[in-house]
């Protein structure tokens, strides 16, 4: 059963409630920028993302004020200067990062309100936060008026010109650990996610899967397996044969198979997973 809600019977606080709860979880822009009179100005932006590779570009939707439908200053200071920073929040950074989003004057520096030292950037004016493991430095690619009323976006996409990658998180392959990185997301109201807590890998297939509508009948209609396990089975390039080196799983009753089964496919053990399915449905 699904609870439908349809925008034109809810408000602007409603609306907003269900897009930050519901697409989550989101990672978290550190927006750095200066006024025309070179003042700092950092704030952070959950409506992120990156959008492409060449160029490489990021966007992030910093929303006009829903009471006045005033702009934030970021956006206004990028409309001025055509650049700014982007820090990503990592885990120690975060109470630091909550207190900076209060809304304080425009002359305010929310690096000294939220104790954050400056790191001078390389080809661009604004700053970035030192603490961040990673920082990119950002000239302006366009700005996308999303709506031009109280709470509508406005989606900044930024080309970034370069990255700023803090040595301690790389492994011994030269390639950024995500345990390392270890960064926030934001969920609804006053819930944030801590990706080091919750990183698990998937293999993708190395070949085009066999797919859903070549599995077994038998299998594919079983109420024993979730469609994260038959995913995995799915993935493989062909079924196999029977191998009478496991002839052991020929022992072994239906409820005993699944069992086997699905501790196989948790240990991402596929293809002995199949001579256990096989035994299964003959």
């Known amino acids: 059963m ?8 809810v408000g602007l606080k409603e609306t907003y409630q269900l897009m930050i709860s519901g697409v989550s979880p989101r990672p978290i822009a550190f927006v750095a920028t200066q006024d025309n009179d070179g003042n700092d100005n950092l704030a952070p932006f959950s409506y992120f993302n990156a959008f492409g590779s060449n160029p490489p570009i990021v966007g992030f939707s910093p929303a006009n004020s829903g009471r006045t439908g005033n702009q934030k200053d970021t956006l206004i200071n ?13 885990y120690n950074m975060v ?3 909550s207190l900076s989003s209060c809304e304080y004057n425009s002359n305010t520096d929310e690096f000294v309100k939220s104790g954050f030292s400056k790191k001078k950037s390389s080809l661009i004016s604004p700053p970035s936060v030192d603490k961040s493991n990673f920082i ?10 999303l709506g031009g009323k109280p709470g509508s976006g406005n989606l ?10 803090s040595e301690k998180i790389f492994d011994e392959n030269d390639k950024i650990d995500p345990f390392k990185l270890d960064p926030i997301s934001r969920l609804g109201y006053n819930f944030y996610s801590r990706s080091k807590s919750g990183i698990f890998e998937v293999h993708k297939p190395k070949h085009n899967g066999i797919g859903f509508d070549a599995l077994p009948k038998p299998i594919l209609e079983s109420k024993s397996f979730s469609g994260n396990e038959l995913a995995k ?17 020929d022992d072994l009753d239906n409820q005993t198979l699944v069992e086997k089964i699905k501790a196989l496919l ?17």
């Open 78 to 90: 990028i409309r001025n200067t055509n650049e700014f920073s982007i820090s990503m929040v990592n």
């Open 233 to 249: 089975l799915a993935g493989s390039k062909e079924i196999p044969e029977i191998d009478s080196n496991y002839n052991v799983f």
């Open 266 to 282: 948790e240990d991402m053990d596929i293809d002995i997973a199949w001579q256990a399915v096989l035994r299964l449905i003959k």
């Open 2 to 9: 699904y609870k439908t809600i349809n925008i034109k019977d």
């Open 95 to 97: 109470e630091q990062v």
């Open 136 to 145: 990119m430095e950002c000239k302006l690619y366009d700005i996308i008026e």
């Open 156 to 165: 900044v996409l930024g080309e970034i010109l370069c990255f700023h990658v």
